[in-house]
Nanobody, 121 residues
C-alpha cells in the first residue's frame, strides 16, 4: 500500500502562489493516478485536480479557473500542485490522493494527511 505525505502549505497573501508536493513511499507513484482535493472545516471535500498515471491527461475542478496546475515526477515519486493568483476562498486543508485506476482519479483510494493553505486578504 502506498503512503502519501503532503508538504508546501503555508500562509500566503491574496494573489500569491504556492506549490504543494505529495511524496509517495511504499509503492512507486507511477502505479497510481494522483489527485488533489481540498476541504474547509464543516464542508465536503472538493476535487481540485487529477492526473493520470502516465501524466498525459489532467483534470481540474471548476473553481480552479486555470489558476492551478497538477504535475507529477514519477522518477521522484512526487506529485505537485502549483497554485497561482490565490484567493482567500482557497483557504483549506489540501489533501493528495492516489487511485489505482485512472478512471477513479476523482475519488481517491489512498490519502495523505493534508497540508494547510491559508490565504490572507
Amino acid at each position: 500500500q502506498v503512503q502519501l505525505v503532503e508538504s508546501g502549505g503555508g500562509l500566503v497573501q491574496t494573489g500569491g502562489s504556492l506549490t504543494l508536493s505529495c511524496t509517495a513511499s511504499g509503492r512507486p507513484l507511477s502505479m497510481y493516478a494522483m489527485a488533489w482535493f481540498r476541504q474547509v472545516a464543516g464542508a465536503e471535500r472538493e476535487f481540485a485536480a487529477g492526473i493520470t498515471r502516465s501524466g498525459s491527461t489532467s483534470y481540474y475542478g471548476s473553481f480552479t479557473e486555470g489558476r492551478f496546475t497538477i504535475t507529477r515526477d514519477n522518477a521522484k515519486n512526487t506529485a505537485f500542485l502549483q497554485m497561482r493568483n490565490l484567493k482567500p476562498e482557497d483557504t483549506a486543508v489540501y489533501y493528495c490522493a492516489a487511485s489505482e485506476t485512472d478512471t477513479n482519479v476523482e475519488f481517491g483510494d489512498y490519502w495523505g494527511r493534508g497540508t494547510q493553505v491559508t490565504v490572507s486578504s
